[in-house]
């Protein structure tokens, strides 16, 4: 072997070396400058956003050797902001020649918290008369998530139209996130109105605080001698509200008489009359039963059916002119 081959073997061990060298500074540098890299979140890691609305990403910083690289990052989401739940972003920054990678994770919840749209039909304060009907206002419930909801509208009431006094209708609905609505309509129950009789100038005044009382709404009848209740009954007044209501007074009484119209005739031993000869307070023997809500389904032609022996008793006491008042 000359020289020349000599010396060119001899060279290749070290090109060799230093090709290796090379290569290896070069790798290590990338693996520092993968260690050195600044990749980092602005904001939060857990970002909480109401359903529907907008989801505004904050970003991230990437930098590699003093260079930016946010184009380079890739990020995957399957965030849907219509829908409740967590979801997940993943941002990654590959180092591909020396096959690593950096990760970053962002969570976002999407939350529901607005309550449901409740709505009351008519007043939230309500003022009925003792005796009065009252129905529970209707009532709509809509959620921005879970659409109508009216089925699910709790209502608890107090009311009690029998007897004067204050009460509630309290109504509640929550939807599937939680969400709650309530309402509260106030209803207030006021003694019943009497009428008050007038007198006319010429009218004597021997019937102040002596008068007959007729409620529609309690069936009952009240007889009054100077301001002190001698005496009480259930009746039954006119089906399909035939009864008059207003101002009277004893215009005629009669004993053992018959009463007759269109498709009846009823004999009554007591006749108390107050408004022509159609209307009266008379006894109704036919009858086992009075008061409650009997009126509604079998009520009178228009007079106000009595106990026989309330009949009897009533007759005895008023005079022609005794005040009738019927309300």
């Not at 990403?57 to 003093?66: K, L, S, T």
């Not at 008068?211 to 006119?238: H, P």
């Not at 009846?264 to 109704?284: E, M």
Request: hydrophobic content about 30%; some cysteine; proline content about 3%.
């Amino acid at each position: 072997m000359d020289n020349k081959k000599k010396k060119i073997l001899s060279i290749i061990p070290i090109i060799l070396m230093l090709l290796i060298t090379t290569m290896l500074s070069v790798y290590f540098k990338m693996i520092d400058d993968f260690n050195k890299a600044t990749f980092k979140l602005n904001g939060e890691e857990t970002i909480t956003i109401e359903v529907g609305k907008e989801y505004k990403e904050p970003g991230y910083i990437a930098i590699v050797n003093q260079k930016d690289k946010e184009k380079d990052v890739k990020v995957i989401s399957n965030l849907n902001i219509n829908a409740i739940g967590e979801y997940e972003i993943r941002y990654t920054l590959d180092f591909n020649k020396i096959k690593k990678q950096k990760e970053l994770k962002r969570k976002v919840k999407v939350i529901d918290t607005t309550p449901p749209v409740l709505t009351i039909e008519g007043k939230t304060k309500i003022t009925k008369q003792v005796g009065d009907n009252f129905k529970v206002p209707n009532y709509k419930a809509i959620d921005n998530i879970d659409g109508n909801i009216t089925k699910r509208v709790k209502v608890t009431s107090n009311v009690n139209t029998k007897k004067a006094g204050k009460y509630t209708v309290k109504y509640s609905v929550e939807d599937s996130s939680g969400n709650n609505t309530n309402k509260i309509i106030n209803v207030t129950v006021a003694e019943k109105t009497k009428p008050k009789y007038t007198y006319p100038k010429n009218e004597k005044s021997n019937y102040k605080g002596t008068f007959i009382e007729v409620s529609i709404a309690m069936q009952t009848l009240k007889y009054y001698q100077n301001d002190r209740l001698v005496l009480k009954s259930n009746v039954v007044t006119g089906i399909n509200n035939t009864t008059p209501t207003g101002t009277y007074k004893v215009i005629n009484k009669a004993r053992n008489t018959t009463l007759r119209g269109k498709d009846y005739a009823s004999f009554v031993y007591y006749w108390i009359a107050f408004k022509g000869t159609a209307y009266g307070l008379h006894d109704a023997t036919w009858r086992s039963s009075f008061g409650g809500k009997i009126y509604k389904t079998n009520g009178s032609h228009g007079c106000i059916n009595m106990p026989y022996y309330n009949a009897q008793q009533l007759y005895s006491m008023v005079t022609i002119g005794t005040p009738v008042y019927i309300y």
